[in-house]
């Protein structure tokens, strides 16, 4: 280290020291200085307009950024509140503004895990800051503003935020799926008739033995039901025998039901499957529902009647 180069502690002061009212200290100086705030962000930041009146809201500063876009930033010297953050939307909003800031001297944590919701929610094309701003004594009757970033829109925030909004989206489909087929059921069958439409890629009820179950189940591109076997939960042998039993029976089962099925033993899982497959339609495809769910409605109806008496008769 250079001999003339003298490392000394930084020394905080209360942010009202240095900007005693916000309105009248802290929002010009972060006019005349954008360019720190700025690059601090990493973003191109000019002034437009201070004060800019928004209905009877009167927000700090507008600036536009290096495309052109308005950005807001909304200042506090004291710690974070909802009235600032019911702002900080509503001129968002108002203004069709595409970055939000907004600086406090002591954000609270509450407040910061909204901005951070906020930035995986909204679409790629908005943004979120959350900024502390601090004041540091630099010298005799110096201080010094210093920018910490708490919270920012990045990538990862924003390809989780699309993954949750599919999933939600899946499950919102998944449910009024089940609706429908449940609604459909009902006038053939009174299998499934106290069952209730779920949000998940399953929905069951009870074949007659504990642990094994007939299913539906939806995918993107298509729809299945099976026989879940998975009565023997200590070593699965027993469901072994209990779908060894089935195949022994396969062709007449397939021919009373009336098509092939598939037979999943899985040797290498504790549980085994008889399975059929519908690739006719799938929740992807919203036209093909009514269709798919009358095959899936008929077809367990016939596999009902084919397996459940022989599964009844079954001994492990």
């Not at 360019?35 to 191109?44: E, S």
């Not at 439409?197 to 074949?207: D, E, F, L, M, V």
């Not at 504790?270 to 690739?279: A, N």
Request: negative net charge.
């Amino acid at each position: 280290m250079d001999e003339q180069t003298k490392i000394i502690p930084l020394e905080m002061v209360p942010l009202s020291k240095a900007f005693p009212n916000e309105s009248k200290d802290l929002t010009p100086w972060l006019a005349d200085n954008i360019k720190a705030l700025g690059d601090r962000l990493g973003i191109k930041l000019l002034i437009e307009q201070r004060e800019k009146s928004v209905g009877d809201f009167r927000l700090d500063l507008l600036c536009q950024d290096g495309d052109v876009q308005k950005v807001i930033i909304e200042n506090q010297v004291e710690e974070t509140d909802h009235d600032h953050l019911g702002k900080l939307l509503t001129y968002l909003v108002n203004l069709d503004a595409k970055t939000a800031i907004w600086v406090t001297s002591n954000p609270r944590l509450e407040h910061q895990k909204v901005i951070e919701w906020l930035n995986e929610a909204s679409p790629n094309s908005t943004a979120f800051y959350l900024v502390k701003v601090e004041a540091i004594k630099t010298g005799e009757n110096m201080i010094s503003p210093l920018f910490s970033v708490l919270a920012k829109p990045d990538k990862q925030t924003k390809e989780i935020g699309v993954d949750k909004k599919e999933w939600a989206e899946s499950h919102h489909h998944r449910l009024e799926f089940w609706k429908k087929l449940l609604e459909r059921s009902k006038a053939k069958t009174k299998l499934f008739s106290n069952i209730s439409p779920g949000r998940y890629q399953y929905i069951s009820t009870g074949a007659g033995k504990a642990g094994t179950v007939f299913r539906y189940a939806i995918y993107n591109e298509w729809g299945t039901i099976d026989l879940y076997i998975d009565s023997d939960q200590e070593t699965g042998k027993g469901n072994k025998a209990i779908f060894g039993a089935f195949f022994n029976q396969k062709e007449i089962i397939e021919k009373e039901f009336g098509a092939p099925l598939e037979w999943h033993r899985l040797d290498d899982a504790r549980c085994s499957i008889i399975q059929k497959s519908f690739e006719n339609g799938g929740l992807a495809k919203p036209e093909t529902w009514p269709a798919l769910q009358d095959q899936m409605i008929d077809a367990m109806i016939r596999f009902d009647g084919a397996l459940r008496p022989r599964l009844a008769k079954i001994e492990v």
